[in-house]
């Protein structure tokens, strides 16, 4: 394990702030070791969203700190609801310029799910997503990570809505920033600030083999998403480069070993592209390849992007589904929420023009 959440949580506000170390900022304004827990928990479980808020504090230190630990990274640029009022997506700049999006759902089952980035942009170039598009940018710190989660909970509140979910499904891959994403899965998991069950926290990738096997290390109970997206090699690599660096077949060895060492379920996302990947044949050739206990299959349909791909139809869909089913895979059809205003699965792309029709506003 590292450091306690709490210390992550200061180093890092801290060195966001401009000083060397937590250490340094306390000399600075010589506050006793009670305060930082005191500020910490109002950050991290009251969800304050600046020090002026944390009413325990003296007047004069909270005016002291107010200007010098600002509460967030981010700086909440763009916002757009969808039309029917259950999806938000918030654009937002970090330090160095970057951008980066995030995603507020409410699900009709009364959960309220944090969509979040791990990256400023991507690597990978999966050939159906926006946000490769744009290449990599940089990763993000824990604290970047962090902050859009509180930065959606206060959203999520201010409806009286709690947040029940947080999935690392915006931009970037998870594994390819592991331990920023480690530190911040226990700032998000810390029962003395966030509290959000580890089990309520999904990572999806699209197969980084070796964040796999670390994360069987780490006995925590997050759960593992995988983007397949194809049942067969020749088709994965095309959709996913990623595939050639770890095909298949050494993808599967690694979720066999974290289900082996966690007993955890394993969700696979399967894209569904019409008259790429979504035949009957390719169905019977995924249920071939899951063979085994805990598992389950998300199929998602596509959402529009720029790439050349067609979302399948519905009945193909459903085809698919009882395919799988009738060979005792466990297969829902996931909900698309937010297509109206690009904030579905893959639509995550920080644009010029969003860009440049952003209002400076704070989270
Ligand atoms: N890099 C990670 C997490 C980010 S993407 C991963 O690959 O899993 C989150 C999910 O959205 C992945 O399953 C990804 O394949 C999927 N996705 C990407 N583009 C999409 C699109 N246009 N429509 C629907 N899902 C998409």
């Known amino acids: 394990m590292g450091a306690p959440p709490r210390d992550i949580w200061w180093s890092q506000r801290a060195r ?26 109002a950050a ?32 909440a640029r763009h916002e757009a609801v ?24 409410r699900h009709r089952n009364g959960r309220t799910t944090a969509c979040i980035s791990s990256q400023a942009g991507c690597a990978l170039k999966c050939d159906f997503c926006a946000t490769g ?21 206060r959203r999520a509140r201010t409806r009286g809505e709690p947040l029940t979910n947080i999935v690392f499904m915006g931009m970037g891959e998870p594994f390819l920033n592991y331990d ?17 069950g580890a089990r309520h926290i999904t990572i999806s990738t699209a197969g980084v083999v070796p964040g796999i096997r670390r ?51 394993v969700f696979y996302e399967y894209l569904m592209l019409d008259g790429c990947n979504d035949r009957p044949a390719d169905a019977r050739q995924l249920a071939d390849l899951l063979g ?21 139809d519905e009945a193909v ?19 698309t929420m937010g297509a109206d205003i690009a904030a579905a699965c893959g639509q995550l792309r920080v644009d010029r023009a969003s860009a440049a029709g952003a209002v400076a506003r704070s989270s």
């Open 16 to 41: 966001a702030s401009g000083y060397a170390s937590e250490a340094e900022l306390r000399g600075a304004f010589g506050f006793p070791d009670y305060r930082l827990n005191q500020i910490y928990r």
């Open 44 to 75: 991290a479980k009251e969800l304050a969203d600046g020090i002026d808020s944390i009413t325990v504090l003296p007047t004069v230190l909270r005016r002291r700190l107010a200007h010098a630990l600002p509460f967030t990274t981010l700086a």
């Open 82 to 105: 969808s039309a029917d009022g259950q999806t938000t997506k918030v654009l937002f700049g970090l330090a160095g310029g970057q951008e980066i999006e995030a995603v507020l759902m």
């Open 133 to 153: 598009q744009s290449g990599f940018r940089r990763n993000l710190t824990a604290l970047e990570i962090f902050d859009q989660a509180l930065a959606l909970a």
């Open 180 to 196: 920023a994403v480690m530190d911040a899965v226990a700032l998000l998991n810390d029962p003395k600030g966030f509290g959000l």
């Open 215 to 265: 994360l069987c290390s780490e006995g925590i109970q997050v759960n593992l998403a995988v983007s397949l997206h194809a049942p067969d090699d020749l088709l994965r690599t095309k959709l996913m480069p990623i595939n050639k660096r770890w095909p298949i077949a050494s993808l599967m060895e690694a979720v066999r070993e974290y289900v082996a060492a966690t007993r955890r379920k």
């Open 292 to 312: 085994g206990p805990l598992h389950h299959v998300n199929l998602i349909p596509y959402n529009a992007t720029d790439a050349a791909y067609v979302r399948s």
């Open 317 to 335: 869909v459903r085809r698919f589904q009882e395919i799988l089913r009738e060979r005792g895979v466990p297969v829902t059809v996931r909900q």
